[in-house]
């Protein structure tokens, strides 16, 4: 088995070790319920220390995949394959009374779907089982606003399960793909989800640098995850030019790319797509939940036929998107009342992070978001601030499970979309958390 784990291993260090184990477990090759070697046997083999292979079953043992038995030794669980996300779980709310953690639109910001509710109700009655995927009022709607005229359209019901259903066709087991050094936790669970290994590349003020990502696509990366118009979490922008020479290395190469924009119509930046200089290797994936309303339960797929009719051919049985949320989203696209209302929303959100971002900039901490609901702040310590916060009723995301490189350093993720008042004191209090080393450097206020 060491063997074999050796051989999996892309690099020699404890996120190295848990991957390969998670592959090899994925693949059968370590059959559930299996005694793994003790630690100090797999740290002699692999020329590593003890202490980095036990951090490797640690981690694993939180994700549930290996459970730890004392003396009677560690084994792979049985139940191996419905473990719950490993970056994702560990975002998770705790009870304070400001809760800038969740990345989730402000309720008074979003739309009220109730007249266009009424309108759809007082239209024809349901006339049977579609004849095409996509009604073709909403198709003509939706091709007038995406970035470009795309070869095939089609909907899903949400990004992340959309994506779960694209990685299947565009990767397969044991490939590479190019994620932010910082990234939105559930991406990277569906990536490792569906046995593809992360190729981080940090980002500079463009975008995606490029001199990394073009060692990445050498290397045999498959994949390209961009959200070139907001990225979560960091609040970064891609330049027109950087994305530009991002997708014509991907089109040289053949690489996919599948990009998200999850902002829409509350983004500063104009729409834009890889796909207008890489049309075959671009998968578009266009987002509601956050610009219009997160019960539309619709998003928009739309790329190359070579991709989108195997995306259709795989789906079996009601493939279809409700006529109603259909309807729905069609009333809301024609409407010019909701394209105001999406721009007074839109300068709220920024009113709001401009001013929390200002007063953190009065107190030292810079920071490299410019955009949309999150912003990405350095600090020493990732627990102290927490519980420096914690202890003042303020809750904030962990940075740790968005990390993919660790060169980043450590971070939280403040939301400012329901950060209605206080900015500047906010601001003050979390720079103060930023500063803190360790805990037990500071005296929680009493």
Known sequence: MIEKLRAEM????????????????????????????????????????SSTVGEAWRSLAVQGILDTQGRRGTF??????????????????????????????????????RPFIAEIARG?????????????????????????????????????????????????????AVVGAAEFA?????????????????????????????AEIRAGAALVLLQPRVHNPTGGITSPMRLKAIAE?????????????????LASSPPMTAATQAPDQTIHLRSYSKDLHPDLRVCVIAGPHSVLDRLQERRVGGSWISGVNQRLLAALLASPQVLDLVRRSKAAYDDRRNAFVEGLG?????????????????????????????????????????????????????????????????????????????????????
């Not at 046997?41 to 590593?48: D, E, I, Q, S």
Request: glycine share 8%.
């Open 362 to 446: 009065e107190h030292g901490v810079v920071v490299p978001s410019r955009d949309g609901f999150n912003v990405w702040i350095p600090v020493r310590s990732e627990e102290s601030a927490l519980v420096y916060l914690a202890a003042r009723g303020i809750g904030a995301a962990p940075g740790s499970p968005f990390i993919t490189n660790q060169t980043v350093g450590p971070h939280l993720r403040v939301s400012i979309a329901e950060m209605k008042d206080h900015h500047r004191e906010l601001a003050e209090i979390i720079a103060k958390a930023a500063t803190i080393r360790r805990l037990g450097a500071y005296q929680p206020r009493r």
């Open 76 to 113: 792979l669980r049985a139940s191996y394959g419905n473990v719950s996300a490993r970056h994702f779980r560990h975002i998770h709310e705790v009870p304070v009374s400001v809760d800038l953690s969740t990345g989730y639109p402000d309720p008074e910001l979003l739309l009220d779907l």
């Open 124 to 176: 024809p009655r349901y006339d049977g089982y579609p004849d095409a995927v996509v009604h073709d009022e909403l198709r003509t709607l939706l091709r007038d606003s995406l970035p470009f005229d795309p070869p095939s359209l089609t909907l899903g019901t949400d990004v992340l399960l959309t994506m779960a259903e694209l990685l299947r066709i565009l990767t397969k087991y044991g490939d590479r």
């Open 10 to 49: 892309r690099e020699q260090s404890a996120d190295g070790v848990a991957r390969a184990v998670t592959l090899l477990a994925s693949r059968g090759d370590i059959p559930p319920g299996e005694r793994l070697p003790t630690v100090r046997a797999v740290a002699r083999v692999l020329g590593m220390s």
């Open 186 to 214: 559930p991406y990277l669970d569906l990536l490792e989800r569906h046995g593809v290994e992360l190729a981080p590349v940090h980002h500079d003020e463009q975008g995606l640098d490029l001199e990394g990502l073009h």
């Open 249 to 265: 290395v991907c089109r040289e190469s053949d690489t996919f790319i599948l990009e998200i924009d999850h902002f829409g119509g």
